[in-house]
């Protein structure tokens, strides 16, 4: 700890009372897989690989302040310390740094288990490479050859499928923020196999018979099924249904009213509006002493009395929402925190402390994942 703070001291004028620190565990680590993993997060202000210790400068984009992290690999232990200079209203930025942070570093060095079907698409691009070199068969057969065709065609007829499926998932991935999902945030695409007499004759040769093609084609359907299934998925996270999300609400033991907005009552005059929503759904939350907050329903307290859901149609309209609401991050004007889901905003009220806006937030994505 001592030898951290130092760290900290020397690179950012710090306050000793408001510094935090956390341990985590990670299987796989070393200080410069954290590195690597960190490129393109976070700012790397120095790293000294004697001691084992790296110092970054981490700005999210769903907080306004900046936190300065020194952390120490030490076998699977990972130290971080960290310190922000926080406004009028308490961000807690540390503490999300450092959620932030691990959640990243989890990720990169694949503890996870997100990419699971990413191995099958490996074990499968194993399996063709390997039945195209097994053992040399001499006897070429002119009725084995027009197997291995029809075999072959058989198998690029659903290699074109997988891709087309491929590419409207990675189309769609790019139409909204899907971080907090179990889903990968690329498919790559598979290539077809030649198809004539000559590589017929040629994958006879080199022991890649009719029987093993048709086995690497039911292999491939399989992965064509889990690409469909992807789709379904990020369909469901993209311009979702209203009805859809109140339901996923009224399961939340701590949600005390849920309502959804109409252009009579919308607070934020967005309804329906180029580059508004097309939902906005406030709801209470029994965290949040409602007696104290002023309105006379749900949609006159606003997110003060527990938070909004805000649907919206594109991420550039959701992107443009949250850079409005970041404008008075720190400030007495703050209505909270905001998170980014695939094309929702989710919002919670600045009366709760930053630890139990991440958690209800949480809770909330993991309800409508379920």
Known sequence: MEELLKELESNTNIEKDLVKNRTIVLENCSLLKIRDALYGFAEIISIDEDRNIIVISSKSAKISNIATLAIKVTGNKVVMVGYAKEGMIKQNTVEKEFSRIEKILKRELKVKKKNR???????????IIFTVVVSVIRHKDGKEIDKIINATNDYNVTVDIYNELAGEYNEKYSYGYFEEFDIPDKIELISRVDNDENNAAKQLKEGNDETKIRKDTESLKELVEINRSLIESIDSYTKPDEENVKKVLGESSSITEIASVTKDNDPNSMLGKEGGYYSCI???????????????????????????????????????????????????????????????????????????????????IEGYIK
């Open 282 to 364: 406030y709801f209470g939350l029994e965290e949040v002493q409602q007696d104290l907050v002023k309105g006379e329903d749900i949609i006159d307290k606003g997110t003060d009395a527990g938070g909004a859901i805000e649907l919206y149609p594109t991420v550039e309209d959701e992107k443009n929402r949250c850079e409005y609401l970041a404008q008075f991050d720190g400030s007495v004007l703050t209505t909270g925190s905001y998170t980014l889901v695939g094309t929702m905003v989710i919002r919670l009220s600045y009366q709760l402390s930053g630890e139990k806006q991440n958690e209800i937030t949480k809770k909330i």
């Open 117 to 127: 079907w990413i191995g099958l698409f490996v074990s499968l691009v194993i399996l």
